[in-house]
Structures are given as structure tokens and as C-alpha cells.
């Protein structure tokens, strides 16, 4: 999960608001259920511009998928929250700021509509605009004032095997992996494939400076971390593999550096 930057609002989603916002706010107020044919699906006039800003990935776990049959996610849920009769943030429904694009698997099977506070008394009233009161403890991976995803989630080497868990105790990082199943086996048998495919570029790097060779150093370093692009699959995970391998006193000693993808 890295930090996503959805650009300008398309003029197509400004238009869809200002039609079924009306429509939405007259029908609860005459008694009918909030639901989610109530709310329609036009806030997808949004997903290909998101789908582009987002380097074809979901925003979550960064598989990379197809822009057609995968979903445009609410990041505060529209319907319902919590698994309850409590409503969701409709009047956020068609909000560009509370859309992502996202798979299946993240949006319908993990998060659906789970919305975590620290407080929950504080979650907004309708109509008001976030955050408010609220303290979210899911990431927002397209919020630029919320903690980046990288400082919150590490991939660490457990067991044979890449696991993500909470940076430095970070409780949204921990919560995040929880609530969107970062971590549930499918997605952990990806991340160990994508491992492999690094390892060529990791032994190249690893013999490079056993040689001490600087100019072989300074080029495998530069195919190595061509993985943590934001544009890459597993970026994040990329990331911290390169860091787990190559620490920072190591870039420090040979002049290498390493950025966060986004």
C-alpha cells in the first residue's frame, strides 16, 4: 500500500454529483431506505481516471488489475457502517475525495463496509465533511495530511516468508492490515512470488559489493530498486525487501539511496 495521488476531479463526477445528491438527499427525507440501488453505481464515471492515477493497481494491496470488472471503493462506506443498521456516509457517495479504485477481494471480502475510529462517538454527522472529529484507524492511501502507508505497514521476513504488520507499533498500520486481510495466505504466497522474482537483481547487488566494485555497484543498485516504482507491483513490499537486504548503513557507505515509492 503506497501513497496514491488522484489528481483533478473529472468534470463527468462533478455533473453525476449535482444531479443524485439531490436526488438521494429528497428521497431519505420522505422515509426511503438507504441502500445501495438507492445510491446507483454512477459515482463510476470516476474509475478510469482513478484506475490511470493509481498505476492500474488496486489501492490497497497493489495487485495490478483490469479497470473493467473491478470496483470503485468508498474509502468512509456509503451504505452502512460497521456491519450495522447505523448509515454510511452517502452524501460522500459521489465525493471525489472518498473515492479509490480497488479488486474485489479488498472492497467486497475484506474492508466492505468497515470504518474503524479511535472514537467512534465521533464519527460525522450527514452532510458534514471529514475528517472532523473522526481519527480513522484504516489508512488513507490518497490523503496527503494522513501518515504514508509506508511509515505505518512493514513487510518483514517471518518464517520463510513476507509478512506486513505495523511500522514501529503504528496502531493504523496494524489496524490496516487487519481490516483489509493484507496478510491472508493468497496475497502471502504473492508476495513470496514476487520475492523470487527479485532475487536475480538482490545476488547481482550482493556480489557487486562483495567485488567492490562501484560502477557494477552503482548500476545493479539501479535495476534493484526499479522494483520499488510506484508503477511496480508489490512496490511497498519492494521496498522493504531492498531495505531488509541493503540497510541503510550499507547505502550509506556506497552512496546509494533509496525513496519511498508514490
Known sequence: MIRISRGAEPDSLKEVRRVELPRVRDALAAGEALTRELLKAKFRVAGEYLWKAQHHKCCYC???????????????????????????YWWLAWNWDNL?????????????????????????????????????LLLDPADPAAADPVDSIVFRRELGHWVPGARRGSVEGAETVKVLGLDYQDLLDLYDDHYDRMRAAIEAM???????NQTRIKADWDVLVRHVKAECLFSHLAFDIVDHHFPQATRARYGLTLFKPS
Do not use: M, W
Open 62 to 88: 497493489e495487485v495490478i488489475v483490469a479497470k473493467r470488472g473491478n470496483d470503485v471503493e468508498h474509502f468512509r462506506p456509503a451504505v452502512s457502517v460497521q456491519k450495522t443498521s447505523e448509515r454510511g
Open 100 to 136: 479509490l479504485f480497488s479488486c474485489p477481494a479488498c472492497n467486497r471480502y475484506e474492508k466492505n463496509d468497515l470504518f474503524p475510529l479511535a472514537n467512534p462517538s465521533q464519527r460525522i454527522q450527514p452532510e458534514a465533511q471529514p475528517p472532523g472529529g473522526e481519527i480513522p
Open 206 to 212: 550482493e556480489q557487486a559489493i562483495s567485488a567492490a
